[in-house]
């Protein structure tokens, strides 16, 4: 078959001369610093979801059990374990600190950095106050973990209504 043409060939007819496949990058792939950053990031959104669905699961779970007296007391103890364990906090933790590893990729503008860092700093500090036992330092926490929450939404809204404002003709 004189007119058949081999994968290689055919590779290299429609590769550009001088255009070299890297061996160590797949297209789109950027710096390994940048691909270390969002796999964190994606880490950290999972670890912050399965957080949730465990802390929802750590409530449920005695109310819709019905298991054997014997196992039903042996599942008792291990909930009062893990009551005591801050599940509450590791959602909080992992979404704000997922967020924040973010804003090292996408690299917002200053406004939007603040507004970005704000919420993830709302998100940390919330999760702390879950773990802080109950008082004054921790109901001034989540006073500021509510008042970083407004002025983010406050300066969202702000910036949303300055970008659809109609213009004047002139």
Avoid at 44 to 54: D, E, P
Avoid at 58 to 68: C, D, E, I, K, N
Avoid at 87 to 107: E, H, K, N, W
Wanted: hydrophobic residues 50%; aromatic residues 6%.
């Amino acid at each position: 078959m004189p007119n058949s043409t081999t994968s290689a060939q055919l590779d290299s007819k429609l590769r550009p001369a001088g255009d070299r496949v890297s061996s160590m990058k797949r297209p789109g792939e950027g710096s390994a610093v940048e691909e270390l950053l969002r796999w964190l990031t994606r880490s950290l959104a999972i670890f912050a979801v399965l957080s949730s669905v465990a802390l929802l699961c750590v409530g449920a779970t005695p109310m819709l059990s019905s298991f054997p007296a014997a196992i039903a007391t042996q599942a008792s103890r291990a909930w009062e374990f893990l009551k005591n364990v801050p599940l509450s906090a590791l959602p909080l933790l992992f979404a704000g600190t997922s967020y924040l590893v973010l804003q090292a990729i996408v690299r917002p503008r200053p406004l939007e950095l603040l507004k970005r860092v704000m919420l993830a700093a709302a998100f940390l500090l919330w999760g702390i106050v879950q773990l802080m036992p109950a008082g004054n330092l921790a109901s001034e926490l989540g006073n500021l973990v509510i008042a970083l929450y407004v002025i983010d939404l406050g300066l969202i809204i702000w910036t949303d209504l300055e970008k659809n404002r109609p213009q004047l003709a002139r």
